[in-house]
């Protein structure tokens, strides 16, 4: 601060000047200050509104769910194109692989084709790769996942799958009568009006594993709706259920 005084009482002046010029200071920056994290926190505020204004218009597309899914007319042509995501692991048949680890695909409900694909999407089903294949730049919304369910509903189920070694094959149709049949159907045809997998002729491998992975609590949607069912089956028992679907005649469109 300058201004002019009077020679008298120049340095009176000035010297009371200063002293009473530093609280006002302190009062200017802390002010300033203030009014910079204000600043700061109201950008913060219209980026956040932004984004929940988008995740609000787009929250069908991002986080499908099954009704929006099945809202969509669907369309195999279309969903062809989408399949090439998917054929890297399945196949170009969706046949899988016969060591089991990936399943036939091929012939599947489309109904249980589009919840599994949206429990992996929505993080309820865990699958590094499925994860990865369903994720919205590859499987971009409800009509994408309607298209490729669609798709691989109408292939033909390839012939070939892996089969168990026949040892518990006697045991695991009888669990199977009594346990599963009333579900999944007498021949594990499933059930495409109240999306029940079909079964039949799916890898010896990758049934087995479904059965631990719901003893193991890695399935949490299917250890629920399975729980009475798998209640007290010991190894014996799930590998002759396992191998028994195996060896059930495929669906009638299969090649």
Same mark, same amino acid.
């Given at each position: 601060?300058?201004?002019?005084?009077?020679?008298?009482?120049?340095?009176?002046?000035?010297?009371?000047?200063?002293?009473?010029?530093?609280?006002?200071?302190?009062?200017?920056?802390?002010?300033?200050?203030?009014?910079?994290?204000?600043?700061?926190?109201?950008?913060?505020?219209?980026?956040?509104?932004?984004?929940?204004?988008?995740?609000?218009?787009?929250?069908?597309?991002?986080?499908?769910?099954?009704?929006?899914?099945?809202?969509?007319?669907?369309?195999?042509?279309?969903?062809?194109?989408?399949?090439?995501?998917?054929?890297?692991?399945?196949?170009?048949?969706?046949?899988?692989?016969?060591?089991?680890?990936?399943?036939?695909? #091929?012939?599947?409900?489309?109904?249980? @084709?589009?919840? !599994?694909?949206?429990? $992996?999407?929505?993080?309820?089903?865990? =699958? +590094?790769?499925?994860?990865?294949?369903?994720?919205?730049?590859?499987?971009?919304?409800?009509?994408?996942?309607?298209?490729?369910?669609?798709?691989?509903?109408?292939?033909?189920?390839?012939?070939?799958?892996?089969?168990?070694?026949?040892?518990?094959?006697?045991?695991?149709?009888?669990?199977?009568?009594?346990?599963?049949?009333?579900?999944?159907?007498?021949?594990?045809?499933?059930? #495409?009006?109240?999306?029940?997998?079909? @079964?039949?002729? !799916?890898?010896?491998? $990758?049934?087995?594993?479904?059965?631990? =992975? +719901?003893?193991?609590?890695?399935?949490?949607?299917?250890?629920?709706?399975?729980s009475a069912a798998m209640q007290g089956l010991d190894?014996?028992?799930?590998?002759?259920?396992?191998?028994?679907?195996?060896?059930?005649?495929?669906?009638?469109?299969?090649?």
């Open positions: 601060f300058f201004f002019q005084a009077e020679d008298g009482i120049r340095d009176h002046c000035v010297t009371g000047v200063q002293t009473c010029a530093l609280p006002i200071l302190r009062r200017m920056l802390r002010a300033r200050r203030q009014l910079a994290w204000l600043l700061i926190l109201a950008v913060l505020l219209a980026v956040l509104a932004s984004a929940l204004g988008r995740a609000a218009q787009v929250g069908d597309e991002e986080q499908p769910t099954v009704a929006t899914v099945r809202a969509r007319a669907s369309n195999p042509i279309a969903g062809e194109r989408l399949y090439a995501i998917c054929a890297a692991c399945h196949g170009t048949e969706g046949g899988g692989r016969p060591v089991g680890e990936i399943p036939v695909i #091929a012939g599947q409900h489309p109904g249980v @084709l589009i919840r !599994q694909l949206v429990a $992996y999407r929505n993080g309820v089903r865990w =699958d +590094v790769r499925m994860e990865h294949a369903a994720q919205i730049r590859r499987l971009g919304d409800a009509q994408a996942i309607a298209d490729v369910a669609a798709y691989v509903a109408r292939l033909p189920t390839p012939l070939g799958n892996q089969r168990g070694a026949g040892q518990n094959l006697e045991s695991g149709a009888n669990v199977y009568d009594r346990r599963c049949r009333s579900c999944h159907g007498a021949a594990g045809e499933g059930s #495409a009006v109240r999306d029940v997998p079909r @079964l039949a002729a !799916q890898h010896y491998g $990758y049934l087995r594993r479904q059965f631990f =992975d +719901v003893l193991e609590h890695r399935r949490p949607e299917l250890e629920v709706s399975h190894r014996d028992a799930i590998d002759g259920i396992a191998d028994r679907l195996s060896r059930f005649k495929p669906a009638k469109n299969s090649r």
